[in-house]
């Protein structure tokens, strides 16, 4: 089966434009995270979503960063007026969901947007 | 704070050279602790959960053990294709959402 699709796989823009990554999970998967990525460095949380809800965005850096998921599948984050310093690789991972031991917490991570702000 | 903390930053073993790489971590609540490998250019891949001290699992030349404060990733006789960096994940760390937290990852190489 198909696992997370992410779009743009590269983005490049203009600081100042705003800009929306698209995450698409695993059909059927309850939780989906976004993460940003440094290079050499583990992947940094921003938020995460059950179903539609958004349960936690305490990682998003300030307001510029917002994110959502309206039908509880597809999800995406969106950088507004966007900054050099937020050139990253986005990634986003989805996961079944539900009670241990059932694969509650198993992530399946997208292969990521690079995003560079110029 | 770090709340995950992983050592060593790099490791360099010769092919069939056991060690292990270790995650430290301080959370008030973990509901669980995670191991993933990544290789460059590629998002993680999901390894082990964790969930309970004194739980271990394995897979092929990996094992995963957790105390209350630590986990351990064992490699036993490593060839090279398990060079790869190898990243520890905790979530629940504040005991209020399900919130994961990485550390910064051990970047693994092993010699043929």
């Known amino acids: 089966g198909a696992g997370v699709s992410q779009s743009p796989r590269y983005k490049v823009t203009k600081r100042g434009q705003d800009v929306a990554l698209r995450c698409d999970p695993i059909?059927?998967?309850?939780?989906l995270y976004w993460y940003r990525q440094a290079l050499g460095q583990g992947p940094e949380f921003l938020t995460y979503?059950?179903?539609?809800?958004?349960?936690?965005k305490s990682g998003l850096p300030n307001d510029r960063f917002s994110a959502e998921r309206p039908e509880g599948s597809i999800s995406t984050l969106t950088i507004q007026r966007t900054e050099q310093r937020d050139s990253a690789m986005y990634r986003c991972?989805?996961?079944?969901?539900?009670?241990?031991?059932?694969?509650?917490?198993?992530?399946?991570f997208g292969p990521g947007t690079r995003l560079t702000v110029t | 704070e770090d709340q995950v903390t992983q050592s060593p930053e790099a490791l360099r073993l010769q092919e069939g050279e056991s060690s292990s790489l270790n995650c430290s971590y301080t959370?008030?609540?973990?509901?669980?602790l995670f191991w993933y490998r990544q290789d460059p250019g590629k998002g993680p891949e999901f390894l082990f959960t964790?969930?309970?001290a004194g739980e271990e699992k394995e897979k092929e030349r990996l094992k995963a053990t957790l105390t209350k404060k630590e986990s351990f990733l064992h490699i036993t006789a490593p060839k090279p294709e398990d060079s790869a960096t190898y990243l520890c994940?905790?979530?629940?760390?504040?005991?209020?959402?399900?919130?994961?937290?990485f550390g910064k990852g051990t970047r693994l190489h092993i010699l043929p």
């Open positions: 059909s059927g998967h309850v939780s």
């Open positions: 964790l969930y309970s």
């Open positions: 979503f059950n179903y539609e809800a958004q349960q936690d």
């Open positions: 994940a905790v979530q629940g760390p504040d005991g209020l959402s399900d919130k994961i937290i």
């Open positions: 959370v008030s609540g973990l509901r669980g």
């Open positions: 991972a989805s996961s079944p969901g539900g009670p241990p031991p059932a694969g509650f917490n198993e992530q399946y």
